[in-house]
């Protein structure tokens, strides 16, 4: 919970929204329907993102796309370059990858290393057919080479920035994604 | 926010649960909620501690507890490695601390210890510049058995506030009751003792440690309103030293029969450390009843270990780093 | 050599005295004392003057009981390093216990153990030969040829006597030669396995325990084995409030029980072996000012017979917390025991139940005490932590300084029918001049003994012998000590120190 000097909304309740229906849009689209589709969100805010874009799939193309949860803590590569122990949590994921079309979901897309974890984390558990990624914000500055198939908004942002999604399902209050400036 | 507050890795080792606050037992029990299910996926593996090497140093035999031990570090991918000795180190002519450097200076992070007698793993850890995991030291402490079972309880009673804990068997020599002791207390459960005195020592001297203890020498009236029981396991030198007329006896008046479980709570949880001594402490049949959780403690003690190794292992990397 | 000491506080409890004054030293002998008021001889060449300004001027100590290791064990100490060890810490007399390899348990043995010590010694060494032939606990030693060899006591100490009827035997038999019979008293068979004592501690930590009913069994054994033989009986390094009680009770009735206290159970507990487990969770995150606090508060509260010092000490009392859990040097035989019997202890010193204070100085290698806690070699190294824990009594107001004293100098003599060492003019200059105030902490590692097992190591004691002397020689001196003037004030201090109260002479 840093500090923040002057906040900024990049994107409010109803443009979340809209990028979420968006992504539900072009998913569907890109994959010709979602028969396949398995959505899994990366812990935390992925999830509820996840349960989002399920639930639009739902009302257009009629179909229930299962959706499951990552936990990647046991993946990462800054587990000892960190002060405090992160919590591990349980990965949730009851339908079998292998052989599916696994939508990884995440709020934020910057460096990609969380995205590397879930890779790994991911094919422990199967072989899925493809793996796509689906993020609400992607804001650059990437240290991998890796990149989102589906973008809500593309946000440029200097290093010392931080972006903040807020999803009432997880954080108290209303939709909303902030940027603003590190005091640290 | 609701996420609850990470805890700073400030635990170097674990040598029984009498310095946890009941916070960090949540969190380790959460963590281990988080390793069970690796453990139950097909591929139960996950890269986190590679390169970390734990030692698995064992003076008493226990071939459960090590398997246990040598699973959990496996599945967060450490390297384990076996020291198995009988014996105390005087007895073999090699200081334990002798020992000890060895293994240190061979690249040892963790050092699982067991041993016959009480207070060697704090001994270790005056000396050892990694972490020491007590795997049970004499009749002292038994810190990981405890967690593992505070995990069961937690798990099939949704909280231990307030639940009634007894704790039937050979109490005066038992690591496992002690260390139980200290976790059931901080989770805020009631625990009732029972024992034959020979084999319970002064009630006092118990109460003097942990004062809101319940002890009874009836098993029947201790298992009234229990929500689980502790069956521990009853050696058998303990009739030849004397302490026990017969076995027989003790069967009749401190086993958890049929008939004893029959009368409690429905759904009264039966725990056992194992290994079992079917038909001296408890009946072969209750074992396997429905109310037994004895065998997910098993599984349960490898995702709690598991836990226990994520968070020391990341204590001393991020001191060396 | 003669020596002017000056200054002092003269405590001689032999005469009951208690002045402020000089003494002169002269031909190995106390040859004059002075009053403040007196002249003093003119300086010359051949008079050494020793400023004792604020020190206590004392007979010196006798302890009944230290093991000197030699022959058998001079890794753990020899009669050199035991006797500057002694020295160092007051004592002018000291008693071997016979639980070398060999044994003191033949005349040979004996003289040359007597020869050695003659030769290395800083002070004088007593025998104590084994009360059984190699202290196996069946058949008699050869008393009466020990006796002629130089033994002054018998015992067996570090195994006790298992069969009642050579307990009896070694009684009746010492009779004839009018020497105690010094017993280690444990039943084995109430203790087997033991770690610690057994109480609330030993529960916690799952350590065997050693009852201390299987101390007090074998103090009533033995009490009625004396009555029956007439013999004497001296009990060893009593430790629990029933063994107190048993000897008072014995000595009401007239029979011949003498016994020692040593220092460590005088004023440590049990809860030692907890070290810093012995602050809970919360406290822990306390200072150290407050964990001290809570301790002082814990003893204080068995300290009945407490007397509010002016000038308490500023670490109101030790500080387990300085130890690990389980620290091995904390193991002894018989073990620390509670704060109830560390009371009763003392309450047996002050009404003279207790005869003496005997350190059972007992070194060992760091190899022996490195170990798990069960298998740690028992015994605390003594000698040089002895008067500091004994004036803590003092400073805390439990024990009035002239019976601390009493029970270093005239009570072990009493114990060996002896004439006490005194500062009596025309007696042979057995001294300690102790500076009651000193503050020092305890660091085993400049120990002279070679035993560096002391549990006390870290901790901070009021008091501290400055110098000794036996027979008119310095045999240990604090560095620089008596050389310069000291500005001390004196006078005012001297209140207290005599309790007439309490004087039953």
């Known amino acids: 919970m840093s500090a923040t000097a002057s906040e900024k909304e990049i994107l409010n309740g109803d443009e979340i929204r809209r990028a979420i229906t968006r992504i539900a849009h072009e998913i569907a689209e890109r994959n010709e329907g979602v028969q396949q589709v398995l959505l899994v969100g990366i812990r935390r805010r992925g999830v509820p993102l996840a349960s989002r874009i ?15 949860e990552l936990d990647i803590t046991l993946y990462r590569d800054d587990l000892t370059l960190r002060a405090t122990v992160p919590l591990v949590r349980t990965t949730r994921i009851d339908t079998d990858v292998t052989d599916r079309v696994v939508i990884l979901v995440d709020d934020v897309l910057y460096t990609g290393r969380t995205v590397r974890a879930a890779l790994d984390a991911l094919v422990d558990l199967g072989r899925p057919a493809r793996i796509q990624l689906a993020v609400l914000v992607d804001r650059g500055h ?20 931080v972006v903040e999604v807020r999803l009432s399902e997880v954080d108290a209050g209303e939709d909303r994604v902030l940027i603003a400036h590190s005091t640290r | 926010m609701t996420l609850p507050e990470p805890i700073r890795p400030t635990r170097r080792h674990v040598l029984d649960l009498d310095d946890f606050t009941r916070h960090e037992i949540e969190t380790l029990l959460d963590t281990a909620v988080g390793m069970k299910e690796i453990l139950s996926r097909e591929i139960a593996q996950v890269p986190t501690l590679r390169g970390v090497s734990v030692v698995n140093m064992f003076y008493e035999d226990s071939t459960r507890t090590r398997i246990s031990f040598e699973l959990a570090a496996k599945a967060l991918s450490a390297n384990v490695v076996n020291f198995a000795a009988r014996g105390s180190s005087v ?231 | 050599m003669r020596y002017l000491i000056t200054h002092g506080m003269i405590i001689d409890p032999s005469q009951r005295v208690a002045t402020i004054g000089h003494v002169l030293i002269e031909n190995g002998k106390v040859a004059r004392m002075y009053e403040m008021t007196d002249r003093l001889p003119d300086a010359d060449q051949d008079l050494v003057i020793i400023d004792a300004h604020g020190c206590l001027i004392t007979p010196g100590f006798t302890d009944l009981h230290v093991h000197l290791r030699e022959p058998g064990e001079e890794h753990k100490e020899t009669i050199a390093t035991g006797t500057h060890a002694a020295a160092r810490g007051g004592f002018t007399t000291i008693c071997a216990m016979p639980n070398t390899r060999p044994a003191y348990d033949t005349p040979a043995v004996v003289r040359q153990v007597r020869q050695m010590a003659r030769d290395a010694s ?34 067996d100490d570090g195994s006790p006597i ?50 201390a009913a299987a101390e007090e ?68 995150q306390g200072s150290l000012t407050q964990r001290l606090d809570q301790y002082s508060h814990v003893y204080a509260a068995g300290m009945q017979s407490m007397r509010q010092s002016a000038d308490l000490p500023l670490p109101a009392w030790f500080n387990p917390t300085l130890l690990p859990p389980f620290d091995p040097s904390t193991r002894v035989s018989p073990p620390l025991r509670t704060e109830a019997d560390v009371e009763a202890l003392i309450a047996g010193l002050a009404d003279g139940t207790l005869d003496a204070i005997a350190t059972d100085h007992a070194p060992h290698a760091l190899v022996d005490k490195q170990c798990e806690y069960g298998l740690a070699a028992c015994g605390i190294s003594g000698l040089e932590t002895a008067l500091g824990l004994v004036l803590t009594l003092v400073h805390r107001g439990a024990l009035d300084m002239l019976n601390a004293i009493a029970c270093l100098t005239e009570g ?29 902490i305890v660091d085993v590692n400049q120990f002279v003994s070679k035993g560096k097992n002391s549990p006390l190591h870290g901790q901070r004691l009021k008091g501290r012998v400055m110098l000794t002397m036996v027979s008119g020689q310095i045999v240990y001196q604090e560095p620089g000590f008596g050389m310069t003037p000291r500005v001390t004030p004196v006078a005012s201090r001297l209140e207290g120190i005599l309790n007439t109260d309490d004087d039953d002479a």
Not at chain 2, 236 to 243: F, Y
Not at chain 2, 304 to 315: E, I, K, P, Q, S
Not at chain 3, 129 to 145: I, K, V
């Open chain 1, 54 to 68: 399920a639930a639009v799939l739902s009302n257009v193309e009629g179909v229930q796309v299962p959706v499951g």
């Open chain 1, 142 to 161: 990437r240290e991998l080479p890796i990149r989102a198939d589906f973008v809500g908004k593309n946000v440029p942002t200097s290093r010392d920035e």
């Open chain 2, 91 to 321: 007895e073999k002519g090699e200081s334990l601390l002798d020992t000890m450097r060895t293994l240190q200076a061979l690249g040892a992070d963790i050092l699982v210890l067991r041993h016959s007698y009480a207070g060697t793993a704090h001994l270790l850890a005056q000396h050892f510049r990694g972490a020491i995991i007590n795997a049970g030291d004499g009749s002292h402490a038994h810190p990981t058995q405890a967690l593992l079972d505070l995990f069961t309880l937690r798990d099939k009673l949704g909280t231990l506030e307030r639940r009634h804990i007894v704790i039937v068997g050979d109490i005066l020599h038992s690591r496992v009751a002690r260390s139980n002791l200290w976790g059931l207390t901080a989770m805020g459960a009631h625990v009732t003792l029972c024992a034959p005195p020979t084999l319970l020592g002064n009630e006092q001297f118990w109460l003097d440690t942990w004062p809101d203890l319940r002890i009874v020498y009836s098993l029947d009236a201790a298992l009234q309103d229990a929500d689980a029981v502790i069956v521990l396991r009853l050696q058998r030198e303990r009739q030849e030293a004397g302490l026990l007329p017969s076995l027989r006896e003790y069967a009749q008046f401190f086993a958890l029969s049929q008939a004893r479980l029959q009368a409690a709570l429905t759904g009264m949880l039966v725990l056992h450390p194992g290994p079992l001594n079917e038909g001296v402490e408890i009946a072969p049949d209750v074992a396997v009843s429905a109310q037994s959780v004895i065998e997910e403690q098993v599984t349960n003690g490898v995702a709690v270990r598991m836990a226990l190794l994520y968070h020391l292992a990341l204590h001393l990397r991020q001191k060396g780093a």
């Open chain 3, 122 to 155: 800083a002070v004088q060494v007593e025998v104590i030969g084994a009360a059984t032939a190699g202290r196996q606990g069946r058949t008699l030693s050869e008393m009466a040829n020990l006796v002629e060899a130089g033994c002054i006591a018998f015992s």
């Open chain 3, 162 to 211: 298992s069969d009642p009827a050579v307990m009896r035997n070694a009684l009746a038999y010492s009779r004839m030669l009018d020497v105690p019979i010094m017993s280690h008293c444990e039943d084995t068979r109430l203790n087997a396995g033991w770690a610690m004592h057994e109480g609330a501690v030993s529960m916690r930590l799952g350590l065997p325990g050693y009852p």
């Open chain 3, 217 to 284: 069994v074998q103090i009533a054994r033995d009490i009625h084995l004396a009555a029956m033989t007439g013999g004497h009986l001296h009990v060893c390094h009593v430790s629990t409030a029933g063994g107190v009680e048993l000897i008072r009770h014995a000595r009401q009735r007239g029979i011949r029980v003498t016994a020692e206290v040593s220092p460590h159970h005088l004023t440590l507990t049990d809860r030692w072996v907890l070290g810093t487990l012995d602050s809970p969770p919360s406290a822990a």
């Open chain 3, 412 to 440: 072990p003599a009493r114990v060996l029918k002896r004439t006490p060492s005194s500062l009596r003019i025309g007696t042979q200059a057995d001294l300690v001049i102790i500076d009651p105030d000193q503050q020092w």
